[in-house]
Every structure is written in structure tokens, then in C-alpha cells.
């Protein structure tokens, strides 16, 4: 039965819905009226053979399932909530190599490798080429003449730089990861007239290129990232195809994701001026949470049930596919004063723009933070009078908050 506190047919995946805008004041009256919600889907257009999946809306009740993966699997259906219609079910399932879509224990085994990457020496050891990087960019923008599209320019650079100088990719080779992550994550948006097809092509060539780079470090041992997850057998290695796997996921996580929420939180400056000259003035370290927080870039995971159980006062059958929608949760009123404002003072902020805690807790929130705070402030620094030269152009998604274009000026 649909859920009678939206209107008939709505459904929070359909990239309709998320080309336009996220939908949250019907997040809110879920929220209010129903927080756990049946949405029917018809036809198979998710991907996936059933009826549809359970709307999961609050705070309390996000956590709640993200950590529990005894109750909610990721491996099952993957995390990806909606895929084209036309996908083949064993392009779905070949997807459970990628981290996001693994359970423990095999999730915890291959986690405990690559959080190598994400320590915080590994961290603190990019943070000044990062800065340079950031200042690099912003100056490069600003000189600029007329109106230019902070997306390409400003926001996409900083984290491929970042992967770039994480795993060793060469910085030339930036492009390709950049081409090959908008297209696998594009098959949605009829501008880019990519098919599900050239998305997955896309994902095979990043795959390859990643388990290149893994084969040349088995052969021939380097003091770098890639050597110490691929080739340090006695402490545990991933195989080739999993450092593939996995240098598929930065590109989509580490990038995509960051550049997103770079994007929202400049158009959240550029609309909220008295939230710029304070960012200027005061540069607080409780900045880039607000902006991750306000962007949640992921709008939606999704678990899927391991067994009948109770959630949100609703019955859960084994197999059902539950929807965790973070976009909502970042806007839960019992959690965050004024929801709906941007405040990059807010303090405490229990946001679950990384993710609702448990296993697949964000890996490189610390790199993502990092980033978005050395960005801002070479921007602040650089180009402090910003201006909008445009409305943003969104991306036509199922589950990312995604901006395609957003023109400024700086004059």
C-alpha cells in the first residue's frame, strides 16, 4: 500500500524527483507521519525483482540500521538503492566486490588493508602538498576573465589531485579517473547520453588501470600506498582485482562525493552572504561538517533485510530492501536546532553525511574534511567577492545529490 503521507506515486529514487531537487519536505512529513514507509515500485525499475523498498527517515532510525549489518545486509543488493531498469542481475551482483557492497567478516578484513591509506600520518603527510594544491587552484580560477563554472574549475580539482597523491596515480592521468567516475555515475542524466553500458565500460577501464598499477608493484616494490596494500603479504595484501575494486570506490567516494559537497557549500555561501563574511572573518573549523551536512551528497544507501524484523514500529520481512535516506536524517528536527539552516558554527552537528556509523562509516572522512576546509579557505583567500553568475544545473541521479554546472564570477 503506498504511503498516504505522500502523494500518490511519489518515489524519493526517482532521478526525476533528485534533477529537480531534494525532496525534503516530503522527508518531513515521513518524518512526522510515517518515518518507516512502504514505496512501491512497479515494473522492475530499480533493477531489482520486487515490489519496491522501505523509506528509512530518521536520525535514530538510520543509525539504527547502519549498525546492525547482522539485521541489514549490504552484500545482498548492494548498497545502490536504484540501477536502470535494463541491468542484468549479474551486473548487480558482480558489484559485491566493491567495498561498499561487502558484510562482514569479508568487509572487515578488506577494510583493516586499505584503512592503511587513511591514517592519520598518511593524512597529515598530504595535508601541505594538498594546501598548495588548493591555493594553486583558487588563483588559477580567479584569473580567469567573466564567468566561469566553479564545478571544473574549482570544485572536481582538489580531490582527483588528492587520489592522484594518495595512491600514486599520476597527476596526467587525473582526466581519465575524472571521465571514467562521471560516467559511471551518469547513465541517469539524458545530457550526457551515456547508457548503462558505457557506464559499466568505464568502470572495467578504471578497474584495469587500477590492477595495472597493482601488478607493477607485485613485480617490482615501491615505498608507496599501492606497495603496502597490494605487496605486504605478511601483514596481508589485497589481490590485484580488489585493489581494483577499491580504487574504483575512491573515484566515486573520495571524488565525486567531495566534489559535490565543494559545490553545495559554495552555492550555500553564494545564497547565505552573512554565512561568507563570517566564514571569512572567523575561518571555523566547524565549517566543513555544516557544508557536508547541508550537501549530504549520498542522498540514499540501501540495506537489505536478513531476517523479519522490526523497525519504525513497521514489520520487515527477510528480503526487503530498506532505503536509508541520509538527506532526510540531516534534517531531522529531534537531532539538529533549525534543520534547515546553514550554520557553519553549528556545534555539535551528529550529521550522517558520512554515513550512519557502524562498518561502512566514511573511510576518508578525514581526507574529505581536510579538503573541503584547505578549498574554502584558498577560495576566501583568493577570491573572497565571488559572486553567482547562474542557478546550478543538477545532476539527473537516483541516489547523488550532484551538481553538473555552477557558474560565479568573480566581479
Not at 597493482?214 to 582485482?241: F, H, N, Q, W, Y
Not at 577560495?379 to 545532476?395: E, I, N, T, W
Request: include cysteine.
Amino acid at each position: 500500500m503506498p504511503c498516504p503521507a505522500l502523494p500518490d506515486g511519489f518515489d524519493f529514487t526517482d532521478p526525476d524527483v533528485l534533477h529537480h531537487r531534494v525532496p525534503l519536505p516530503e522527508f518531513a512529513e515521513l518524518r512526522r507521519a510515517e518515518p518507516v514507509c512502504w514505496i512501491p515500485q512497479a515494473g522492475n525499475v530499480a533493477g531489482f525483482q520486487d515490489e519496491g523498498y522501505w523509506a528509512v527517515t530518521r536520525h535514530a532510525d538510520v543509525k539504527y540500521v547502519s549498525t546492525h549489518p547482522e539485521l541489514f545486509s549490504s552484500t545482498l543488493n548492494t548498497a545502490i538503492i536504484r540501477f536502470n531498469e535494463h541491468i542484468e542481475r549479474d551486473a548487480i551482483d558482480a558489484q559485491r566486490l566493491i567495498l561498499l557492497n561487502m558484510d562482514p567478516p569479508e568487509h572487515t578484513r578488506v577494510r583493516q588493508i586499505v584503512q592503511r591509506v587513511f591514517t592519520p600520518r598518511a593524512i597529515r603527510a598530504l595535508e601541505e602538498r594538498l594546501r598548495t594544491r588548493a591555493l594553486t587552484i583558487a588563483a588559477n580560477a580567479r584569473d580567469r576573465r567573466g564567468p566561469f563554472d566553479f564545478v571544473t574549475e574549482v570544485a572536481c580539482e582538489l580531490p582527483l589531485q588528492a587520489i592522484a597523491e594518495l595512491i600514486g596515480i599520476p597527476q596526467d592521468d587525473r582526466a581519465k579517473i575524472f571521465d571514467w567516475s562521471n560516467k559511471m555515475i551518469a547513465y541517469d542524466d539524458p545530457e550526457y547520453a551515456i547508457t548503462e553500458e558505457v557506464g559499466q565500460e568505464s568502470a572495467t577501464e578504471l578497474i584495469a588501470y587500477a590492477m595495472n598499477m597493482a601488478a607493477d608493484r607485485k613485480e617490482c616494490p615501491a615505498k608507496d600506498i599501492v606497495t603496502t596494500l597490494v605487496a605486504a603479504e605478511d601483514e596481508g595484501s589485497l589481490r590485484s582485482d580488489e585493489f581494483g575494486f577499491f580504487v574504483l570506490m575512491l573515484a566515486v567516494a573520495g571524488n565525486e562525493t567531495t566534489r559535490n559537497a565543494i559545490t553545495h557549500g559554495m552555492h550555500a555561501f553564494l545564497t547565505h552572504p552573512e554565512q561568507w563574511e563570517l566564514y571569512k572573518r572567523e575561518r571555523p573549523a566547524t565549517a566543513a561538517e555544516e557544508i557536508v551536512r547541508w550537501a549530504t551528497p549520498v542522498v540514499s544507501f540501501q540495506r537489505t533485510a536478513t531476517q523479519d524484523t522490526e523497525l519504525g514500529g513497521r514489520h520487515i520481512r527477510k528480503g526487503d530492501r530498506v532505503g536509508l535516506f541520509y538527506a532526510s536524517a540531516n534534517h531531522d528536527s529531534e537531532v539538529f536546532e533549525n534543520p534547515d539552516g546553514f550554520d557553519i558554527m553549528r556545534d555539535p552537528n551528529p550529521h550522517l553525511g558520512f554515513g550512519g556509523g557502524g562498518p561502512h562509516y566514511c573511510l576518508g572522512k578525514s581526507l574529505a574534511v581536510l579538503e573541503i576546509d584547505l578549498i574554502f579557505n584558498a577560495v576566501a583567500d583568493a577570491m573572497p567577492d565571488l559572486k553567482p553568475a547562474g542557478d546550478p544545473r543538477r545532476l539527473r541521479s537516483a541516489w547523488i545529490n550532484g551538481v553538473k554546472e555552477l557558474r560565479v564570477s568573480t566581479g
